[in-house]
């Protein structure tokens, strides 16, 4: 047997020193990991547990690579004794299906000659509103805080990402790696004050520095585009306001207090009410629209948020005076306006 036929298979060998400033494994937790001279059990506990759960066994390795004993994640920094003499930490793999690059071959097998016909038949836009509409549901859990919602949402939208960039590699356009590399370096060069040099920056400035930075990349790649032009006109109305509106207030094209918001929204209101056509009506409606998503944006409120949630609140009581109808054994239609406001009145009160 030569030496590359005795070699372990899925074992990856780590340097405590180039791994202690570290914040996240640089290798899947689906292999077999050693890490060899630990100094610091608090710190490597804080790092492995951005994958393993508390309950992950471990082992103690001396320069033999015979155990000394072994822990569990949750307890390791109370294993001073046999971590101080150890030569390595052992930490076994958890199963495939954590692994993303096991995910990227779950896609790839999808999409393979022996794969379905409908993932097999997807182009890069044949697929775009299905991505809108998880997007869409990801945000319906994070409005509701549900968790369970957020983690699976997040992993269908990781789907359509492994899936395009599937697609893209099938044709030779692009990979996952240079998708992963594109945005590395982007959020990198937009961050100089946290991985090139120690400086403390405000919010605010930090945003400024950010949009600054974002010109001169468009610079770099000799893109002629506007201060607006990075803001997708797909977006919702309202985020598509909010979005120009941030961008317009950096460069100063902004009120100069709360007032003239207030003031500006009286106006356009005072032109709605005198708009004689229906196209007229149109126009100045959607001016108080942006008005008040500039009012809302003074105040710091996400106006796409604030009108979500309003929705979900609106649906939840009209299905409670649905409920409540055929509680009575009547339909909803049944029901006067008096009431079906009382029953509004009622949910909404509960609400507090």
Known sequence: MNFIDSMPSRIVVLDWESLSSAYHLPVPPTLTIWIRAPKDAARLAEILKTQYPGDHPLRFLDADGVALGGTTLDGLTESAILFGSCAAVDIPPLPDSYGFENFQNVVAVLRSPGG?????????????????????????????????????EL????????????????????????????????????????????????????????????????????????????????????????????????????????DGVWDKLAEEIAEFKAAETDEARSAEFGD????????????????????????LRFADRFRYIEKRA????????????????ALWEERKAAEV
Request: with cysteine; glycine share 6%.
């Open 116 to 152: 379905c016909p409908w993932d097999r038949k997807q182009t890069h836009q044949s697929i775009r509103d299905d991505f809108l509409q998880e997007a869409y549901e990801l945000i319906d859990g994070l409005d509701r805080l549900d968790l369970g919602m957020i983690r699976e």
């Open 155 to 258: 992993g269908d939208i990781l789907l359509h990402v492994v899936l395009q960039a599937q697609m893209a590699a099938e044709a030779g356009e692009f990979t996952m790696g240079d998708v992963l590399t594109s945005i590395s370096e982007k959020i990198i060069f937009r961050h100089q004050h946290i991985f090139n040099k120690e400086e403390t920056l405000s919010v605010d400035e930090v945003a400024d520095r950010w949009e600054k930075l974002k010109k001169a990349e468009r610079e770099k790649k000799d893109r002629k585009q506007g201060l607006l032009d990075g803001i997708s006109i797909a977006m919702p109305a309202l985020s598509m306001a909010y979005g120009y509106q941030k961008r317009a207030a950096r460069v100063g094209f902004d009120w100069d207090s709360i």
């Open 288 to 311: 108080i629209l942006f008005t008040l998503v500039n009012l809302a944006r003074w105040l710091k409120i996400d106006p796409e948020t604030a009108l979500r949630l309003t929705n």
């Open 326 to 341: 055929a509680e009575q054994g009547k339909s909803i239609f049944d029901l006067t306006p008096a009431e079906m406001d």
